[in-house]
């Protein structure tokens, strides 16, 4: 009987050994066959499950290249139809500008905040730190 603690013979070496002894042989060759068997056939599995896998995706990439040649030909006629939009689009412009003189102003008090804040930092003087230095400050000569 075999410890626990000692590993399983693979497939490989249980047929070795079942050809080399006589009398437990004929078991040890059968079981040994059986898994090397085995491990073919989960081999052959496994590749013919990575191979389903690659052409699903591939369908997957097709489906995505179609949806984006759909979307590719909305935006040509979107853009072909622009020139007849901008025709009309003398109100668009308004907003357009407005739009931008918001952003402008949102832009101008960002900076006039930070150069506030930037001004106080350089004024501010430094508070003295509550815990005493680590290093001395008059170095020994």
């Not at 590749?47 to 759909?70: F, G, I, K, P």
């Not at 109100?91 to 960002?110: D, E, F, H, M, Q």
Request: proline share 6%.
């Amino acid at each position: 009987m075999r410890l626990s603690t000692q590993n399983q013979l693979t497939h490989r070496e249980r047929l070795t050994r079942g050809l080399a002894h006589t009398a437990g042989g004929p078991v040890d060759v059968a079981r040994g066959a059986v898994g090397l068997g085995g491990a073919a056939v989960q081999r052959g599995a496994v590749e013919l499950r990575r191979r389903y896998r690659e052409s699903r995706l591939a369908d997957h990439v097709a489906e995505a290249a179609d949806a984006a040649a759909r979307e590719l030909a909305a935006a040509q006629e979107v853009v072909s139809g622009l020139p007849d939009v901008l025709a009309y689009g003398e109100p668009r412009r308004r907003r357009l500008r407005r739009s931008w003189v918001i952003a402008g102003v949102a832009g101008a008090a960002l900076l006039a905040g930070g150069v506030v804040l930037l001004v106080r930092r350089s004024n501010g003087a430094e508070e003295p730190s509550p815990r005493p230095p680590s290093v001395e400050s008059q170095p020994k000569i």
